[in-house]
DNA sequence: CCAGTTTTTAGACAAAGTCCAGATCACGCG
DNA sequence: CGCGTGATCTGGACTTTGTCTAAAAACTGG
């Protein structure tokens, strides 16, 4: 868990430093792929970073971008979030916090860590280990009955 | 919510009277997939269920396990658990509880709800109201370093 | 500039799940 | 009973998400 990042589109010196940081070779996809994840809070599937990245002009091709989403979530600069049979959302908080996701419209949106309290995590099994607790609270669009 | 079924291999009757008493119609097909679902304490994907059910002889389609798994989800009479991007779980216990997902072997394992206390439950945004709280504990096998 | 490693790529492939149109079944009714 | 109607089931085509592979390209340290 590391501090809320600035949530500003990041320049591209914002951008190699950060992957530099999180030991991740810099390469011109993955700073195209870094700049869409963190240009601002949102939660993006990897459809939808493919569109994005290749919205002018082919910057990167589907392998390269799931391969980088993979790789970024391994290195811990992003968030996997699993919440929709479908498909992954990939979150560029890595804060802890937590999500609402709304079943009607897909809709995914966060929860700050400190406005719900888990208490008595039980411990894992023996021979394994605590990797991340994820909290989804699922909603409906309320009936208009 | 409800209190937890017994969870002994059910009679024909049983079965029955469980898909009734959730407004379901209670056809041979759903009669199998019933059996398979509540055998026992387990969680199976869908594939799962289509082997388990057609195991000996063919007793149900693809096209019907997907629908019926559906169906018996929409009318809570089993839970989906969703913690791997690849599939879908269905969980025959629909009493509160939440899980362990070994993301290294794919193991589902249950948590009694009194095992784990959540405060402040934040309320839903306004135009929604909540469905369920998923709550999963990732864990690794230990590391034999 | 070269050899070796890392990264990227197109496209084939795989797995989970959905859709469809026709066949089948179940049940109330005359 | 036999019928008609609606619900259910079915095989198979299809879609979508994601993975794999083998070769091309790019980058690295000498």
Redesign the interface.
């Known amino acids: 868990m590391q501090k809320r990042p600035p949530r500003q589109p990041l320049s591209q010196q914002q951008v190699t430093d950060l992957l530099t940081g999180h030991d991740i070779q810099p390469t011109q996809q993955r700073l195209e792929i870094a700049q869409v994840l963190f240009a601002r809070d949102q939660h993006l599937s990897a459809d939808d970073v493919l569109k994005q990245v290749n919205q002018d002009t082919a910057r990167a091709s589907k392998a390269t971008v799931y391969n980088t989403l993979g790789l970024f979530a391994a290195k811990g600069l992003i968030r996997?979030v699993?919440?929709?049979?479908s498909?992954?959302f990939y979150d560029p908080n890595t804060c802890e916090h937590h999500h609402?996701y709304?079943?009607d419209t897909g809709e995914l949106?966060d929860?700050d860590a400190d406005?719900?309290?888990?208490?008595?995590?039980?411990a894992?099994?023996t021979?394994?280990?605590?990797?991340?607790?994820?909290?989804?609270?699922?909603?409906?669009?309320?009936a208009t009955a």
């Open positions: 996997e699993i919440v929709d049979p498909r992954v609402f709304n079943v949106m929860i406005r719900l309290a888990l208490m008595n995590l039980p894992p099994p021979g394994t280990v605590a990797d991340g607790v994820d909290v989804i609270i699922r909603i409906r669009n309320q």
